[in-house]
C-alpha cells in the first residue's frame, strides 16, 4: 500500500476553490431566482380578479 501523499490533507487546490466559488455563485443565482418567482406569485394573487 502506498503511503499517503501529504498534499491531499490539510490546504485545498486552487482546483477546489474554483469550485467552491462556483457553487457559491450556482446558489446566489438560485435564490435570486427564487424571491423573483415569489415575487411574481404575489404580484399575480394581489391583483387577480375578485
Same mark, same amino acid.
Given at each position: 500500500?502506498?503511503? #499517503?501523499?501529504? @498534499?491531499? @490533507? =490539510?490546504?485545498?487546490?486552487?482546483? #477546489?476553490?474554483?469550485? #467552491?466559488?462556483?457553487? +457559491? +455563485? +450556482?446558489?446566489? $443565482? *438560485?435564490? *435570486? =431566482? !427564487?424571491? !423573483?418567482?415569489? *415575487? /411574481?406569485? !404575489? $404580484?399575480? /394573487?394581489?391583483?387577480?380578479? @375578485?
Amino acid at each position: 500500500m502506498p503511503p #499517503e501523499n501529504p @498534499k491531499d @490533507k =490539510g490546504d485545498n487546490t486552487p482546483h #477546489e476553490h474554483h469550485d #467552491e466559488r462556483h457553487m +457559491w +455563485w +450556482w446558489l446566489a $443565482y *438560485f435564490l *435570486f =431566482g !427564487i424571491h !423573483i418567482v415569489a *415575487f /411574481v406569485m !404575489i $404580484y399575480a /394573487v394581489t391583483h387577480a380578479p @375578485k
